[in-house]
């Protein structure tokens, strides 16, 4: 198909030298103003156009410059036309984007070979584009897919050392799905602006179902235990969130996302502190206890009284879970957290399936 191009001119005798030259290659459409042209641009897209640079009204210069301001006509090439062969109005012509600089009067030849070059030229540029957007956009699906995987191998290992305690391995996905409400509501109400970004919710989200992976290295004496644990045994089963340094690092460690890791670390290490400081492993307190920790600490405590475990049964109904927790607001919990996950006790029900 032959290429269009748009000719743009107030000396009716250039138009149809123009036309006489370019015809048997190509389509010409042509404007005998700057505003007939942009009229003309409105609903076609030339290859190429040649635009006269002194004309009544509007001068070539400035039609170039409303060219470049609508998406629509900012990338066709230019090509300008002019008399005026001054090394100054050459310069502003390249400034202002042209592709080429045609003398007028036209040599046939040369004004032939300058536009099947920028037709060409454009043409290329137009492919390598396409080539390089595809490129991006294969790039951007397959490191989409990536994340899934590493994602549910993550989730599907986290939920394997959760089954090792005789639970079903619910608890990975439930709390998950509280880190998200809970942290999703804090955002929606403006709470903890500096931490809450889009990123970190992201992050927060994809790393709580590794925070029990420390368990990993707690024996199966004291994680299957039905009944209460001794001193002894509870010391081994806080080591769960010491061990889980060691363990992130080799789960995640070919993953360059450093703000992931380090989420994953901190939800891990100090989802058992306190706010008032008499948590574990490092006794942190208040403000000091990672925000992550803090979410995941109440997501947490909030499933282990809500579901079954071999060692005791599910608490009933889930206002007696609130009112276990309130008793822990200030002390155990964040009362920040704890108040807006309380008030969203209808939403918990609705999500649980309790009419
Ligand atoms: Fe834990």
């Known amino acids: 198909m032959k290429s269009v191009i748009l000719v743009v001119d107030d000396d009716k005798t250039n138009l149809m030298l123009a036309q006489k030259i370019l015809l048997p290659q190509y389509r010409i459409a042509a404007c005998n103003s700057g505003a007939a042209a942009l009229r003309y641009l409105e609903n076609n897209r030339p290859d190429l156009i040649l635009l006269d640079i002194n004309m009544p009204q509007m001068d ?28 100054g109005t050459e310069v502003r012509c390249f400034q202002l984007g042209a592709m080429d600089f045609v003398g007028k009067p036209f ?25 390089v957007r595809e490129q991006a956009d294969k ?21 394997l050392i959760e089954s090792r305690d ?8 439930n709390t998950q799905a509280y880190v998200k409400m809970i942290v999703n509501e804090l955002h929606r109400r403006g709470l903890f602006p500096d931490l809450l970004t889009e990123r970190y919710i992201q992050n927060l989200c994809k790393a709580a179902p590794l925070h029990d992976v420390g368990k990993i290295k707690v024996p199966d004496s004291v994680l299957q235990k039905p009944g209460r644990l001794t001193p002894e045994e509870f010391e081994t089963m806080k080591l769960h969130t010491t061990y889980c340094r060691k363990i992130i690092k080799m789960i995640l460690g ?35 206890i990672p925000l992550s920790a803090r979410i995941m600490a109440v997501a947490d405590v909030f499933d282990a009284l809500y579901e079954e475990r071999v060692y005791k049964p599910p608490v009933r109904p889930i206002e007696r879970i609130m009112q276990i927790m309130m008793e822990g607001r200030g002390s155990q919990f964040d009362p920040v957290i704890l108040d807006v996950f309380t008030e969203m006790l209808p939403r918990l029900r609705e999500m649980l399936g309790i009419c």
């Not at 046939?108 to 396409?130: A, F, G, M």
């Not at 397959?142 to 899934?148: K, M, N, Y």
């Open 166 to 173: 005789g639970s079903t391995g619910k608890h990975v996905k």
């Open 107 to 131: 040599v046939p030849d040369v004004l032939l070979s300058r536009v099947s070059k920028t037709i060409e030229l454009d043409r290329y540029r137009h492919n390598l584009e396409n080539v």
């Open 254 to 288: 070919d993953v360059e996302d450093e703000d992931y890791v380090r989420m994953a670390e901190d939800i891990a290490v100090h989802h058992h502190e306190r706010w008032d400081g008499t948590g574990y492993p490092t006794g942190l307190a208040g403000d000091d």
């Open 60 to 87: 070539g210069f400035e039609v170039m410059g409303k060219l470049r301001e609508r998406e629509e006509t900012a990338s066709i090439p230019v090509i300008f036309l002019t008399a005026d062969n001054a090394t």
């Open 139 to 159: 790039i951007t699906r397959d490191a989409r897919r990536l994340g899934r995987i590493q994602e549910s191998v993550i989730v599907g290992m986290a939920n």
